[in-house]
């Protein structure tokens, strides 16, 4: 007995040892402490660092800094400068990209001509811990972009010039980092530093943006059915990449930052890989850095003495003062709303994931003392508070403003309903492909399922047939749980199939219909009798795809849309889906097409405040379709946008175009849109 005291007593000894205890204490409070502190609206990021000052060795001791929490740490810490980057809406920042550098330039330069002389001056700190601390107030992590997401702002010019800025505040200040610790070192900023730093920064950067995205788009495409190993691959070009910064003089950060980068376009935000991407680090490596944070407080330093409080207090001061007045600048060259400005303002205010990033990298090289670290983990927790009480205001704002348009209007839109997607079976083996881009496209404020739709004969095998069916898709449903959207597997009885899919679309309400590209018949005809029944019969909007490469590794989009298009009932509808599949693909948009059409493509964008990177080429005469092959490469998807007869946008040669898109773009994607 007295033994398994002993032993008893040896596990529970402070600061605890046991690796297996100490998992799980860690584990226990990143699934219990958010809970405990949501109800107080305290953001969670905070709550993980307090909860890593109290157990940590300057809080009750309960654990100590050891190899493995410092090397969870430092994944974490990886993870989120590459999360940073791998979200950045890359389309969103080429269409707002002078307005983007101007507010970058505001948002960087402000703070820290700002920051450097109340640092330098008045805290009298020397050169290179007073120009990384007012770098540090240049950064800004987006704590409160869920809320203009939510609340349906996300679209708003001035919340994507501010996404925008982030691109060039964290490069800048990572940047800023590399030659602060340069300077640090023994010799300082000499001829051979600068000299070296170039040419390894451009070594550096070659491979990132020019082998990485390569190898990348080669692995996707020959391992697309090995969807485990994705993310396998993607970590290992993260750590790889921060080892190789490393190798080039500038800081691990930096490498997984230019990672997320260089991946961006090939990772779809909506993708089951994104999502495995996000689960691991929000709910794993993320957390456990932010408690890792904690740990290093040194609480007893901040009520030791006046400096420490002042030190915090000016900080704060200065981060929020130099934000604000970025928005302010911003607002008054743009000529935007006050309501625009606050959101600017509680986006770009929020300090995290950067912010720490410099700050821990910069207290281990032993660049800045404790009382900054302190001062800064102070500075998180108010401007995690300033910013999403900012951002949730302004959002309000925005969302009453934005009703002030014609509510006749709005029950015209395509969204004022939920959304709903059919995608009827016709063969399994494509139905992989079509599942993926029917998700791509999907309005995620929908609430309704993807339907996959088999319809089997009416005979004495029919409800066989229908077990069969579902049990054969049972797999698919799996596939696009990883993405977080709803399947819904159907079938339904009927002696021919055309009727049956055109009935279950009625009963369904769905908006569009997803399906295979048709085999062909070898007739000389791609639309045979069987699919031309189809879409004569549905009247709804229908998509026919044939892809025979994975969807993220396109790098254009073009779109061929003939004469009188804007005036049919799906032109919304379509116009949006193009958008969501660049916003998606992070690819840029090109269109062939009318003057007039040109212009409502542009006033739509207008009206339903919608931004992509759309460039026009005239294109007046179908006959001469095959121009747009001088814009083709095999990566790029086409698309044609046709029509069905008897409508107003239909011409005979439209019945020809099926036939010359196999000829003369094989290797293509191939989208083909009847609109409703």
Same mark, same amino acid.
């Given at each position: 007995m007295n033994e398994f005291l002993e032993i008893l007593h040896h596990e529970f000894e402070l600061p605890l040892s046991n690796p297996v205890l100490v998992f799980s204490i860690i584990l226990l409070i990143i699934l219990v402490s958010p809970i405990l502190f949501r109800k107080i609206n305290i953001p969670g990021i905070i709550v993980l660092i307090i909860s890593g000052?109290?157990?940590?060795?300057?809080?009750?001791?309960?654990?100590?800094? *050891?190899?493995?929490?410092?090397?969870?740490?430092?994944?974490?810490?990886?993870?989120?400068?590459f999360i940073v980057s791998l979200e950045l809406d890359m389309n969103q920042f080429k269409v707002n990209r002078n307005k983007s550098f101007a507010f970058g330039f505001f948002t960087f330069a402000l703070p820290l001509l700002i920051g450097f002389p109340v640092c330098f001056y008045l805290l009298g700190y020397d050169f290179n811990a007073s120009f990384l601390t007012a770098s540090m107030f240049a950064?800004?992590?987006?704590?409160?972009?869920?809320?203009?997401?939510k609340m349906g702002v996300s679209k708003n010019e001035a919340v994507a010039i501010t996404v925008g800025g982030t691109i060039l505040t964290d490069t800048a200040v990572l940047i800023i980092l590399a030659v602060i610790l340069g300077n640090a070192q023994e010799g300082g900023l000499t001829s051979d530093f600068w000299i070296r730093l170039i040419i390894s920064l451009t070594i550096f950067c070659a491979i990132m943006f020019y082998l990485v995205p390569k190898i990348a788009r080669w692995f996707f495409t020959k391992m697309e059915k090995e969807k485990h190993s994705h993310y396998i691959f993607v970590l290992t070009v993260v750590f790889l990449s921060a080892f190789l910064?490393?190798?080039?003089?500038?800081?691990?950060?930096?490498?997984?930052?230019?990672?997320?980068?260089?991946? *961006?376009?090939?990772?779809?935000?909506?993708?089951?890989?994104? *999502?495995?991407?996000?689960?691991?680090? *929000?709910s794993l490596f993320i957390?456990?850095?932010?408690?890792?944070?904690?740990?290093?407080?040194?609480?007893?330093?901040?009520?030791?003495?006046?400096?420490?409080?002042?030190?915090?207090?000016?900080?704060?001061?200065?981060?929020?003062?130099?934000?604000?007045?970025?928005?302010?600048l911003t607002q008054q060259v743009y000529k935007y709303s006050a309501s625009q400005r606050r959101v600017i303002f509680g986006l770009s205010s929020g300090h995290a994931a950067a912010t720490l990033a410099v700050i821990i990298v910069g207290f281990n090289a032993d660049v800045i003392d404790v009382n900054i670290l302190n001062g800064t983990i102070i500075l998180i927790l108010i401007t995690s508070i300033v910013a999403t009480l900012a951002t949730e205001n302004a959002a309000k704002i925005m969302v009453v403003e934005s009703r002030e348009v014609d509510p006749e209007e709005i029950k015209k839109s395509e969204s004022f309903k939920m959304e709903s997607i059919l995608l009827p079976l016709a063969n399994i083996t494509n139905l992989e492909k079509l599942l993926e881009f029917a998700v791509l496209i999907k309005d995620k404020s929908s609430e309704n399922p993807v339907s996959i739709l088999s319809v089997v004969p009416n005979d004495e095998q029919a409800e066989l047939n229908i077990a069969q069916a579902k049990t054969k898709l049972e797999d698919f449903v799996k596939q696009a749980s990883a993405t977080e959207t709803s399947v819904d597997v159907t079938a339904t009885i009927d002696h021919d199939v055309a009727s049956g899919i055109s009935r279950k679309s009625k009963e369904l309400i769905a908006d569009l219909i997803v399906m295979g590209w048709p085999t062909s018949s070898g007739k000389g005809e791609v639309i045979g009798e069987k699919m031309a029944a189809i879409i004569d019969q549905t009247l709804k909007t229908v998509f026919l795809c044939e892809s025979g490469k994975p969807w993220a590794t396109h790098t254009k989009l073009i779109i061929a849309v003939p004469a009188h298009s804007e005036k049919m009932e799906g032109f919304e509808l379509w116009v949006k889906k193009v958008i969501k599949i660049a916003e998606e693909l992070s690819v840029p948009i090109l269109v062939y097409c009318t003057n007039k059409t040109q212009r409502a493509i542009e006033n739509l964008i207008t009206k339903l405040n919608l931004r992509a990177p759309f460039d026009f080429n005239e294109f007046n005469n179908l006959e001469d379709f095959l121009i747009i092959a001088k814009d083709l490469e095999p990566e790029n998807i086409i698309m044609f946008i046709t029509a069905r007869k008897g409508s107003v946008a239909y011409d005979p040669i439209l019945e020809k175009i099926p036939v010359k898109l196999e000829q003369h773009f094989p290797d293509n994607t191939k989208i083909m849109v009847f609109p409703q």
């Amino acid at each position: 007995m007295n033994e398994f005291l002993e032993i008893l007593h040896h596990e529970f000894e402070l600061p605890l040892s046991n690796p297996v205890l100490v998992f799980s204490i860690i584990l226990l409070i990143i699934l219990v402490s958010p809970i405990l502190f949501r109800k107080i609206n305290i953001p969670g990021i905070i709550v993980l660092i307090i909860s890593g000052i109290i157990i940590g060795p300057f809080g009750v001791g309960l654990l100590e800094q *050891n190899s493995a929490i410092d090397l969870f740490s430092k994944i974490g810490l990886l993870y989120i400068m590459f999360i940073v980057s791998l979200e950045l809406d890359m389309n969103q920042f080429k269409v707002n990209r002078n307005k983007s550098f101007a507010f970058g330039f505001f948002t960087f330069a402000l703070p820290l001509l700002i920051g450097f002389p109340v640092c330098f001056y008045l805290l009298g700190y020397d050169f290179n811990a007073s120009f990384l601390t007012a770098s540090m107030f240049a950064t800004h992590t987006l704590i409160s972009y869920p809320i203009v997401s939510k609340m349906g702002v996300s679209k708003n010019e001035a919340v994507a010039i501010t996404v925008g800025g982030t691109i060039l505040t964290d490069t800048a200040v990572l940047i800023i980092l590399a030659v602060i610790l340069g300077n640090a070192q023994e010799g300082g900023l000499t001829s051979d530093f600068w000299i070296r730093l170039i040419i390894s920064l451009t070594i550096f950067c070659a491979i990132m943006f020019y082998l990485v995205p390569k190898i990348a788009r080669w692995f996707f495409t020959k391992m697309e059915k090995e969807k485990h190993s994705h993310y396998i691959f993607v970590l290992t070009v993260v750590f790889l990449s921060a080892f190789l910064a490393e190798l080039a003089g500038v800081e691990d950060i930096i490498g997984a930052f230019l990672a997320g980068l260089a991946l *961006n376009r090939l990772i779809p935000h909506t993708s089951a890989l994104m *999502n495995r991407i996000e689960f691991m680090g *929000n709910s794993l490596f993320i957390p456990f850095f932010l408690i890792s944070v904690g740990m290093l407080v040194d609480v007893r330093v901040i009520f030791s003495g006046y400096m420490a409080i002042v030190v915090a207090l000016t900080l704060s001061i200065v981060a929020i003062s130099g934000k604000w007045l970025a928005a302010f600048l911003t607002q008054q060259v743009y000529k935007y709303s006050a309501s625009q400005r606050r959101v600017i303002f509680g986006l770009s205010s929020g300090h995290a994931a950067a912010t720490l990033a410099v700050i821990i990298v910069g207290f281990n090289a032993d660049v800045i003392d404790v009382n900054i670290l302190n001062g800064t983990i102070i500075l998180i927790l108010i401007t995690s508070i300033v910013a999403t009480l900012a951002t949730e205001n302004a959002a309000k704002i925005m969302v009453v403003e934005s009703r002030e348009v014609d509510p006749e209007e709005i029950k015209k839109s395509e969204s004022f309903k939920m959304e709903s997607i059919l995608l009827p079976l016709a063969n399994i083996t494509n139905l992989e492909k079509l599942l993926e881009f029917a998700v791509l496209i999907k309005d995620k404020s929908s609430e309704n399922p993807v339907s996959i739709l088999s319809v089997v004969p009416n005979d004495e095998q029919a409800e066989l047939n229908i077990a069969q069916a579902k049990t054969k898709l049972e797999d698919f449903v799996k596939q696009a749980s990883a993405t977080e959207t709803s399947v819904d597997v159907t079938a339904t009885i009927d002696h021919d199939v055309a009727s049956g899919i055109s009935r279950k679309s009625k009963e369904l309400i769905a908006d569009l219909i997803v399906m295979g590209w048709p085999t062909s018949s070898g007739k000389g005809e791609v639309i045979g009798e069987k699919m031309a029944a189809i879409i004569d019969q549905t009247l709804k909007t229908v998509f026919l795809c044939e892809s025979g490469k994975p969807w993220a590794t396109h790098t254009k989009l073009i779109i061929a849309v003939p004469a009188h298009s804007e005036k049919m009932e799906g032109f919304e509808l379509w116009v949006k889906k193009v958008i969501k599949i660049a916003e998606e693909l992070s690819v840029p948009i090109l269109v062939y097409c009318t003057n007039k059409t040109q212009r409502a493509i542009e006033n739509l964008i207008t009206k339903l405040n919608l931004r992509a990177p759309f460039d026009f080429n005239e294109f007046n005469n179908l006959e001469d379709f095959l121009i747009i092959a001088k814009d083709l490469e095999p990566e790029n998807i086409i698309m044609f946008i046709t029509a069905r007869k008897g409508s107003v946008a239909y011409d005979p040669i439209l019945e020809k175009i099926p036939v010359k898109l196999e000829q003369h773009f094989p290797d293509n994607t191939k989208i083909m849109v009847f609109p409703q």
